[in-house]
């Protein structure tokens, strides 16, 4: 609605508005004033009422001076919020700075490094894999991933999108384990299966995109390659962006992803039971990849996991220990989940996943640094060191963060 028929339909005159406007100013900002005691004594009158039988139970309630309540001195302000970094030019003025500075430049230290390295090769120094179940529990709370409700998928629908003489591919909503619906896209060959494959999209990709029926991108089509192959591919959707909160059900946003891939297994398990005996891969790029090592290590039904710019990217310590500082993120105070990170990354995620076949792919040029040729390293020793050489596979490319079908399919066929 234009703006002089809003006030024509409301009966003010612009006029009148504007000598109104100069009139109350005064009083609106003496209001503004006392807004923050005028609201504060309200609510302390409202909350006095609403609890007036457990208040008086207790003997009464005493009255304190709030006038400071939400202040912040701003000489106590050195760290910028909106950068998530140490603002410097405040810190020169902070009051604290030495201890700030002492305590910033050790955790930037070889020293901070190797406390880290110390903690993961005391945990691992006894580590027995035919007896991990402790190790697998602990990884699961650190991740943020319960099975406390057990994997379910339920009330499935499915609609034919593509049909041709290889394929048919089919578009599925199913509820999974916590009753709300999911979403995959599904590949079946027209020939005899030769196993299945749980194909993960990377973020800001989606499921579509890898199966090959919405825009390419980087994830360069992996599913639609299994397909191609005769594999039954699974694609389900996983978010993207992380804006969903699943803390509510003791979820992190991870733990949600792996939640409902695990119940897709559950659907694959019932559609599929003999193909999944003999062969079923889980295989995924990027935050994809990261998801289908932890697919890996839970679920029992898998026998291969291909890790394509996952793990072998680095991890906490060894970026560190390769830069000799934590150049990025160093100054976050959101790093929640760094005990995961000192004992559940890098090469320990392939310790967990041993002895099952695992193919890591990575490009020379994916994160440009010496750590991943040192997990290459360690894991294959660890792999070796057990007599189970023959299921690693290293599928090296020349590329940076996107997969290499071709190369890491060769490698699952030499198994």
């Not at 001195?73 to 950068?83: C, E, I, P």
């Not at 903690?119 to 709370?141: A, T």
């Not at 695990?262 to 193909?275: A, C, G, Q, R, S």
Request: hydrophobic share 35%; aromatic share 14%; glycine share 6%.
């Amino acid at each position: 609605m234009p703006f002089k028929k809003l006030f024509l339909n409301l009966n003010i005159k612009p006029l009148n508005l504007f000598l109104s406007i100069i009139i109350l100013t005064p009083f609106l900002y003496t209001f503004s004033r006392y807004r923050g005691p005028i609201l504060r004594k309200g609510n302390k009158i409202y909350l006095s009422l609403k609890h007036k039988k457990y208040i008086e139970k207790l003997g009464d309630i005493n009255s304190v001076d709030s006038t400071m309540e939400g202040k912040i001195a701003n000489s106590n302000r050195y760290y910028d919020d909106h950068k998530n970094k140490i603002n410097f030019d405040k810190l020169k003025n902070y009051r604290f700075r030495k201890s700030v500075i002492s305590a910033n430049d050790f955790f930037k230290s070889k020293n901070a490094i190797n406390i880290g390295l110390n903690l993961r090769n005391q945990f691992w120094e006894n580590y027995d894999y035919l007896n991990n179940g402790d190790e697998i529990n602990k990884f699961k709370l650190l991740i943020g991933y319960h099975d406390l409700i057990f994997p379910n998928i339920k009330d499935c629908s499915l609609i034919l999108v593509e049909k041709n003489l290889k394929f048919s591919i089919y578009d599925i909503y199913c509820k999974n384990r916590y009753n709300f619906p999911v979403r995959a896209f599904i590949g079946i060959p027209s020939k005899q299966a030769k196993g299945v494959v749980l194909a993960i999209h990377g973020k800001n990709s989606g499921p579509d995109n890898i199966i090959g029926i919405a825009e390419n991108d980087y994830n360069k089509k992996f599913a639609s390659g299994w397909l191609e192959k005769e594999f039954i591919t699974l694609s389900p959707w996983v978010n993207p962006e992380h804006g969903i909160n699943p803390n509510l059900a003791g979820l992190s946003a991870p733990g949600l992803d792996l939640s409902n891939l695990l119940d897709w297994i559950e659907f694959l398990k019932f559609n599929y039971p003999n193909k999944i005996k003999s062969n079923l891969i889980v295989h995924g790029l990027s935050y994809g990849s990261l998801l289908a090592e932890y697919v890996g290590i839970i679920s029992n039904n898998v026998s291969c996991v291909i890790s394509s710019g996952g793990a072998a990217r680095g991890s906490l310590l060894l970026r560190a220990k390769y830069n000799n500082n934590l150049k990025k993120g160093s100054d976050s105070k959101y790093n929640y989940d760094t005990f995961r990170k000192i004992l559940f990354d890098g090469p320990s995620l392939y310790k967990l996943i041993f002895p099952k076949k695992l193919i890591i792919s990575i490009g020379i040029r994916d994160r440009e640094n010496n750590a991943k040729f040192e997990i290459i390293d360690d894991i294959s020793a660890f792999y070796s060191k057990y007599g189970f050489k023959n299921n690693l596979k290293i599928n090296l490319h020349d590329g940076a963060h996107i997969p290499d079908f071709d190369g890491e399919y060769k490698s699952f066929i030499s198994f």
